[in-house]
């Protein structure tokens, strides 16, 4: 049986205006961008002579309470538009229609209108810093929202019975696989010694996805006079919030101990295996996740590519990983190794003309309660 292609699907709760997307996420591939396509359908006796609009935004939200004035969390929107879909400003049946754009109106008929937005090539991908176990109120985001909504014109204000709000992501995959094999060395000289120690730390590979362990070998050739204890491999995320406050957030988000010393004149030689996986750092305050909180299809953040002609600046959130491995000898010696943590890039599917609808939500977990919009849950 061949697979169905699901469609997000969400109603407005006057039943005026309800939305169709054949996806969640979309992907940013470095030189373009997955356009954002959907279609609305219309019921024309609750429109009333007024109009439908969609509307794409990009928000940076920074949510530190010492950041709170008068109640307003901080916020800056990066990207905002919004296209009229009703009436039809172009006949329909005129304009360039996406596969499953199609499909759908096809089978949802003449109160079907198409909505399409290309993304700007500048814009940052979906990122959420994690709050607290006891943190609330909105959280330190990118976050993307389509929204459809009935008004007289796009500058009134929006109904929420006639409205329609639906969080996206704007993700990215790994690129092709490098043949470079990641690799720091690093000589340290001792005072009072003759000869230095020698630390070599080396993966597998450059690039790791999700879920996956990383393999760290370590390579101490300790030929100084010091001895070397308390040894930790560590990989730890380091988060840029690149707009207005240059913070910077590093945390370990998967560690093991090397219970060896490593003697004067010895050498030590060994392959940490590390988990850095959300499942294990759940309570973690200040982690970057991968868009959407709350919700089980989340991982820890992807590691960020840039392009070298955007500004790092409007990006509002950058992530890096890399391996750290310490030690102690008369001080702390430290040597890092960058590498990058993404998801893998998907095998492209033939599309099927067989469709399924499913109400526009992402899984719940348990013990989170969700209001009237999916992307403002509370606790429970």
């Known amino acids: 049986m061949s697979p169905k292609h699901v469609i997000f699907k969400k109603v407005s709760k006057d039943k005026s205006v309800t939305v169709y997307m054949g996806r969640r996420d979309f992907v940013d591939h470095c030189d373009f961008v997955d356009p954002v396509d959907g279609v609305i359908v219309i019921d024309p006796v609750q429109m009333q002579g007024k109009k439908v609009y969609v509307m794409l935004s990009c928000t940076f939200r920074y949510g530190r309470q010492d950041m709170d004035v008068l109640g307003v969390a901080f916020r800056r929107d990066l990207f905002l538009q919004t296209r009229q879909v009703y009436p039809e400003l172009q006949d329909k049946e005129k304009l360039t229609h996406t596969k499953i754009q199609k499909k759908l109106l096809r089978k949802l008929g003449d109160n079907a209108y198409p909505f399409f937005f290309e993304f700007p090539d500048n814009l940052p991908c979906s990122v959420t810093l994690q709050p607290g176990p006891h943190d609330v109120g909105k959280k330190c985001a990118v976050e993307f929202e389509v929204k459809a909504f009935c008004g007289e014109n796009q500058d009134e204000k929006i109904e929420k019975q006639s409205s329609v709000r639906l969080s996206i992501r704007k993700i990215q995959f790994s690129p092709e696989?490098?043949?470079?094999?990641?690799?720091?060395?690093?000589?340290?000289?001792?005072?009072?010694?003759?000869?230095?120690?020698?630390?070599?730390?080396?993966?597998?590979?450059?690039?790791?996805?999700?879920?996956?362990?990383?393999?760290?070998?370590?390579?101490?050739?300790?030929?100084?006079?010091?001895?070397?204890?308390?040894?930790?491999?560590?990989?730890?995320?380091?988060?840029?919030?690149?707009?207005?406050s240059n913070d910077k957030y590093v945390k370990s988000v998967a560690r093991e101990e090397i219970e060896d010393s490593v003697p004067a004149g010895t050498q030590l030689r060994t392959v940490c295996t590390l988990f850095p996986i959300l499942a294990y750092n759940k309570d973690r305050r200040g982690l970057a996740l991968d868009g959407q909180l709350k919700h089980e299809d989340t991982n820890l953040a992807s590691s960020s590519i840039v392009r070298q002609d955007v500004l790092k600046e409007v990006l509002g959130i950058l992530v890096s990983y890399k391996v750290v491995v310490r030690m102690m000898a008369c001080g702390d010696v430290c040597v890092e190794l960058p590498f990058k943590l993404m998801n893998p890039n998907p095998d492209q599917c033939d599309e099927t003309d067989d469709m399924v609808f499913e109400e526009f939500k992402r899984a719940y977990l348990k013990g989170v309660v969700y209001g009237d919009d999916d992307e403002s849950p509370t606790e429970a």
């Open 177 to 244: 696989v490098s043949d470079v094999v990641p690799v720091a060395e690093t000589t340290f000289e001792f005072l009072m010694s003759e000869k230095p120690l020698k630390v070599i730390l080396s993966l597998t590979k450059e690039t790791f996805y999700h879920g996956e362990p990383v393999s760290v070998g370590v390579d101490i050739d300790n030929s100084s006079s010091r001895n070397i204890k308390d040894i930790s491999v560590s990989v730890e995320q380091v988060t840029n919030v690149v707009l207005y």
